[in-house]
């Protein structure tokens, strides 16, 4: 630790990976969420899903992608900013 006051190092801690890009909408057909592409029952239970069951959805979710359709740049244009 730093005795420099102006350090943020005391309010960094390491977060759990998280596919999650701030774009916070359940689309109406899939029921996915259409920034990061989980359920709401991954959502939910994201912080109690072990570290292997957090990378096995994080390895669907490519495949999710295809199930939207594109609309105003949605999550592809999240990502691209």
């Known amino acids: 630790m730093t005795n420099d006051p102006t350090s943020d ?27 990061c592409l989980r359920t709401m029952d991954e959502i939910g239970s994201w912080s109690r899903m072990t570290p292997e069951t957090r990378r096995a959805v994080m390895d669907e979710l490519p495949a999710r992608e295809a199930l939207h359709k594109v609309r105003r740049g949605g999550r592809e244009a999240r990502l691209k900013r």
């Open 9 to 35: 190092r005391i309010w960094t801690r390491a977060e759990i990976e998280s596919p999650c890009i701030k774009v916070c909408v359940v689309h109406p057909d899939t029921r996915l969420c259409t920034g």
